[in-house]
T-cell receptor
Framework: ETGVTQTPRHLVMGMTNKKSLKCEQHLGHNAMYWYKQSAKKPLELMFVYNFKEQTENNSVPSRFSPECPNSSHLFLHLHTLQPEDSALYLC???????????????FGPGTRLTVT | GENVEQHPSTLSVQEGDSAVIKCTYSDSASNYFPWYKQELGKRPQLIIDIRSNVGEKKDQRIAVTLNKTAKHFSLHITETQPEDSAVYFCAASIRGNLIFGKGTKLSVKP
């Protein structure tokens, strides 16, 4: 167990639904991330939270809305998604130095999302 | 924009042979280069990483080399075993975030 958990593990939703993905890290890290993993594509960074502040929004459509209430929890709120949004959504966490230098990212198991 | 190119996309080797995966990156300011292994249906896990102040790092059967001048780095797996079969991702840090390559599906045939 890497210390990063995600719920739900699988989610099927219609295009008009609203749902949320949850991520929790038990590693005491100060940075959390959302990635999208589609078939035959690299891991795509969506959002970065550093010390609970969003520091990166990688041109993600507004139908994806992140929330980071504290350094241990991260949510991804979903609404009016499209079928092409079907993918594995991975959460990760890491410990960043004051200079923002990168370190190992620990991934959660992911949520397999299917949009019908 | 910044990107990481990874080759090959698939690699099949015989058990006991070596496997080499290569990546190139575009941002000369990148200073951290991790490699992740993702088994089918599982999460990516770090197997080895290297920082820009060293040229090579080894951990048992796994080694990574970095050429900062050419902006490329490679993963070397020696004496491959069937349990090495997985998708391997390289990444480079850019402005503190990781940009991943597209992955290499490694198959080790017994």
């Amino acid at each position: 167990e890497t210390g990063v958990t995600q719920t739900p593990r699988h989610l099927v939703m219609g295009m008009t639904n609203k749902k949320s993905l949850k991520c929790e890290q038990h590693l005491g890290h100060n940075a959390m991330y959302w990635y999208k993993q589609s078939a035959k594509k690299p891991l795509e960074l969506m959002f970065v939270y550093n010390f609970k502040e969003q520091t990166e929004n990688n041109s993600v459509p507004s139908r994806f809305s992140p929330e980071c209430p504290n350094s241990s929890h991260l949510f991804l709120h979903l609404h009016t998604l499209q079928p092409e949004d079907s993918a594995l959504y991975l959460c990760a966490s890491s410990q960043r130095g004051l200079a923002g230098n990168e370190d190992e990212q620990y991934f959660g198991p992911g949520t397999r999302l299917t949009v019908t | 924009g910044e990107n990481v190119e990874q080759h090959p996309s698939t690699l099949s080797v015989q058990e006991g042979d070596s496997a080499v995966i290569k990546c190139t990156y575009s941002d000369s300011a990148s200073n951290y280069f991790p490699w992740y292994k993702q088994e089918l249906g599982k999460r990516p896990q770090l197997i080895i990483d290297i920082r820009s102040n060293v040229g090579e790092k080894k951990d048992q059967r796994i080694a990574v080399t970095l050429n900062k001048t050419a902006k490329h780095f490679s993963l070397h797996i020696t004496e491959t075993q069937p349990e090495d079969s997985a998708v391997y991702f390289c990444a480079a840090s850019i402005r503190g975030n990781l940009i991943f390559g597209k992955g290499t599906k490694l198959s080790v045939k017994p």
